[in-house]
């Protein structure tokens, strides 16, 4: 810290386990991750390598190397995973994990259709050898689960091994847990919170108004996926209060008082 501001809600060291930000890298250059790490890396725990790009992206063994070195952990999008499984090469994905030596993998079914059972069996395999995310909720428009179908597939995710479970969103923030409008599905965010537990979910939140509405809800130290390269110093910002959005949530009452009233 630059200045030593009182109120300001404390954030918990790296590594940790709650109030994690999920980097998404579309195809940062080793130039581009050098200067992301050096401005924004104190602020970043997971960095996603983003849909397919693991196939083709050049130097991925060198960017790793470098989140690593930076405390970040760094995995390959689900879509990775799900481009191995639908083409039945299960045991050729794990070779890959190794290959690159990465600590963490995503287990998801987002573009296609996986049975559920196959889907826990995939974890229970993972979680012996590396940390798993799993994600929940699909990323094709039209294909919805119900509240008690999100909770019940986060539940025995989490069991069968998932360190923590995704709240799918896309990158665009128009899906799962949001309405095509961006907006949040309250109720469901609700249920969720109540029978799966708000620490165990990392909740894909890729636009501000999402994340303020996350760290307003659930405070500082909500977990938080799909943020932009250029935003993650900008959602720190909003954890500390340090930005119009959030600027009076951690803040007394006795300094409630020069909070502007909206004439609407």
């Known amino acids: 810290m630059n200045v030593i501001f009182p109120f300001l809600p404390e954030r918990p060291a790296k590594p940790r386990d709650v109030g994690l930000t999920m980097m998404m890298d579309k195809g940062l250059s080793i130039g581009e991750t050098e200067n992301f790490i050096a401005s924004a890396g104190d602020y970043t725990d997971l960095v996603k390598l983003a849909f397919g790009t693991g196939v083709f992206a050049k130097n991925i063994g060198d960017k790793i190397r470098l989140y690593k070195e930076a405390g970040i952990s760094t995995y390959f999008g689900g879509t990775m995973f799900e481009a191995f499984i639908v083409r039945g090469l299960f045991d050729e994905f794990r070779r890959f994990l190794n290959r690159y030596k990465v600590e963490v993998c995503e287990v998801s079914d987002g573009s296609m259709a996986l049975p559920h059972e196959e889907k826990l069996e995939y974890i229970r395999v993972l979680a012996q050898e590396i940390t798993v995310l799993s994600e929940v909720g699909s990323k094709v428009r039209g294909v919805v689960l119900n509240a008690d179908q999100w909770v019940d597939c986060m539940k025995t995710e989490l069991q069968a091994g998932s360190w923590?479970?995704?709240?799918?969103?896309?990158?665009?923030?128009?899906?799962g847990i949001f309405r095509a409008d961006g907006t949040v599905n309250k109720r469901l965010i609700n249920q969720l919170e109540k029978e799966v537990g708000n620490d165990r979910i990392l909740w894909e939140a890729p636009n501000k108004n999402q994340q303020t509405w996350f760290i307003k809800k659930f405070g500082a130290n909500v977990n938080i996926g799909n943020v932009a390269t250029?935003?993650?110093?900008?959602?720190?910002?909003?954890?500390?209060?340090?930005?119009?959005?959030?600027?009076?949530?951690?803040?007394?009452?006795?300094?409630?008082?020069?909070k502007q009233i909206s004439e609407n």
């Not at 923590?164 to 899906?175: D, F, L, N, P, Y």
């Not at 250029?230 to 020069?258: C, H, I, M, N, W």
Request: aromatic share 10%; net charge negative; charged share 30%.
């Open 164 to 175: 923590k479970v995704i709240a799918e969103a896309r990158e665009s923030g128009t899906i």
């Open 230 to 258: 250029a935003e993650v110093v900008s959602l720190e910002t909003l954890r500390l209060g340090l930005r119009s959005d959030t600027f009076f949530e951690f803040l007394p009452e006795t300094l409630q008082r020069y």
